[in-house]
Each structure stands twice: as structure tokens, then as C-alpha cells.
């Protein structure tokens, strides 16, 4: 009977499950005593009865303990010591050593010979030919390293405003590219995010244009070098950018800058007449991917 019928018909799927040492049998009662951990326990079996001796499983059925029989056992082994009174030592390979008797219709046997063993008659039945050694099995090969493709991080702006250049002061909270006002969106984490080895591959700006009155002119916009509303902007590596909303390619020296810290955040330089979404919005979200 298997394992799993026994603990089935016994009716209890969470039986919980040791092994022991069968000790003794009583046919008559069905009763076998087990050594479990140092303690001789009695109880009835559950199938295949095993033999003095073997490694059984024990179930705790509520609250008794059922015997369900023997852990199998390896039907080769390797014979550990030269045979003594009509028995030989032999260590299986689940690594149990037990004496047993052996048949006489073959050869002697020998120490580190390889042989087969049928437990229904409890002895060691002939040597092996073709396996003649036991090989430990192959060490798994080493994982390959790990090879990390691109990666594109997004950064949403953390405030925003415009700079009125004439007056000296930050006078709106929205981004305006005009001849009077230098946009700016302000950021915080890139130089710490992307390492500056890094190499940029892709550098992406989305935006959200509120109003734009001279159409065929174009926004423009590069790098600022402030952290916040504090001060004058200065935008470099201004470039011009499609009218509309939209998510507008930038150059990757951009990126380069913004990862080194050169650079703090994104700005408009002039160009038309041009308004856009505040950090609030959603708008100046800014892609960078790198390798």
C-alpha cells in the first residue's frame, strides 16, 4: 500500500510524519514496536509489514502513532568489507550500511565491488559489470552572469516656474518659453539614480503645451543649473522642440550632464511664444535610458 492510500484510508491528510527503527513484529496482534529517537514505541502497521531492522515511516493519527511501512530502500551498493561467515557488509546507495547474506551460485565477492540486492529475500544477489564504481554526480555549472540590458528611469518634476529675465524674479508657477521668461521644471534624485559611468542611449521629454501663439516658431529647451526657485536660471544645450504636447526627443549629452550632477533640471531658452503645464500637470516627466 502507498503512502499516500495509507494516510487516506486512515483519514487524515495532515497526519504528521517521523521515521524510526522497526524493533520487533507481532503477526498475531498486527502490532510492531518502533525505536523512535531513543524510545520504544508499540503500534499497528498499515500494509507491507518491514523487516526487523528497517528505517520506517511513522504517522501521528490523531494522536497515535500508525507505522505505514518501510522508507524504500536502494536495490545497489558497494560491498565495504570482505565476507565473513556466509555474510557480507554492503553499503547501499542511500548511503545504509546493512550485513546480509549472499547467494553462492556466483563468484565471491570483494570489497568496493559493485553488486545488486533484492530485499524480498534479504541478500545480496550478484556483482554488477557495467557499474563498476559509483560516480558523484556533476557539480551544477556556475550560474552565467547576469547581463542587464537598458534600463529608462522616469523622473517627474518636483516644482516648476518661470523666471521673468527683465524683473529679476520667479513670477509664475507654469513654464513659459518667451522673449521675456526662462522656463524651468526642477528635479531630485538623477545625479544619485544613474550612475555616472552610466552611458545615456536615450534621453525623452513629455510636456504639456497650454497655449502657443506663434506656432512656426519654436520652443527651445537644454539643462539648468539650479535645485530650485532661487537665484537666475542659466540654460545650456538648448535644442528646439515640435509644437504641442507631446514627449519630444533631447540629446543624450543632456543626460550626461543631469547624471553627473553638472546639470539640475530641465529649462526653456526663448523661442515663440509658449506655455507650459505646471510639475503639478503631469507635465516636464523626463526619460532618461541608459546602459
Not at 498486527?30 to 507491507?48: D, H, S, Y
Not at 526657485?229 to 526627443?249: C, D, L, R, Y
Request: a negative charge; hydrophobic letters at 40%; proline letters at 7%.
Amino acid at each position: 500500500m502507498g503512502l499516500g492510500r495509507a494516510l487516506g484510508e486512515l483519514g487524515d491528510p495532515e497526519a504528521a510524519l517521523s521515521r524510526g527503527t522497526c524493533v520487533s513484529l507481532d503477526w498475531t496482534t498486527g502490532l510492531v514496536e518502533v525505536n523512535l529517537g531513543g524510545g520504544i514505541k508499540r503500534m499497528p502497521m498499515v500494509g507491507t509489514g518491514p523487516m526487523v531492522g528497517d528505517q520506517v515511516w511513522v504517522a501521528s493519527l490523531a494522536g497515535q502513532p500508525v507505522c505505514l511501512g518501510s522508507l524504500p530502500k536502494s536495490a545497489l551498493g558497494t560491498i565495504i568489507a570482505e565476507p565473513v561467515g556466509g555474510k557480507v557488509q554492503v553499503r547501499g546507495d542511500d548511503q545504509v550500511v546493512s550485513t546480509l547474506p549472499f547467494n553462492y551460485d556466483h563468484e565471491p565477492f570483494g570489497v568496493n565491488q559493485r553488486v545488486a540486492i533484492d530485499w524480498q529475500s534479504g541478500t545480496v544477489e550478484y556483482r554488477l559489470s557495467s557499474d563498476a564504481t559509483i560516480m558523484p554526480p556533476a557539480a551544477p555549472a556556475p550560474p552565467a552572469a547576469a547581463t542587464e540590458g537598458p534600463k529608462t528611469v522616469e523622473f517627474a518634476p518636483v516644482d516648476s516656474g518661470s523666471f521673468w529675465q527683465s524683473g529679476g524674479s520667479w513670477a509664475k508657477a507654469d513654464v513659459w518659453c518667451t522673449d521675456s521668461y526662462l522656463g524651468a521644471y526642477f528635479y531630485a534624485g538623477i545625479a544619485d539614480t544613474i550612475p555616472d559611468t552610466a552611458q545615456i542611449t536615450e534621453v525623452r521629454l513629455s510636456v504639456v503645451e497650454t497655449e502657443n501663439r506663434f506656432p512656426s516658431s519654436r520652443a527651445t529647451f537644454g539643462t539648468h543649473n539650479l535645485g530650485g526657485k532661487s537665484g537666475a536660471p542659466v540654460i545650456s544645450n538648448a535644442v528646439a522642440v515640435p509644437a504641442g504636447s507631446g514627449t519630444w526627443p533631447l540629446p543624450t549629452s543632456i543626460g550626461d550632464a543631469l547624471k553627473t550632477g553638472a546639470a539640475r533640471g530641465i529649462g526653456t531658452n526663448h523661442g515663440g511664444y509658449h506655455r507650459f503645464g505646471t510639475a503639478a500637470s503631469g507635465s516636464g516627466r523626463l526619460f532618461i535610458t541608459y546602459a
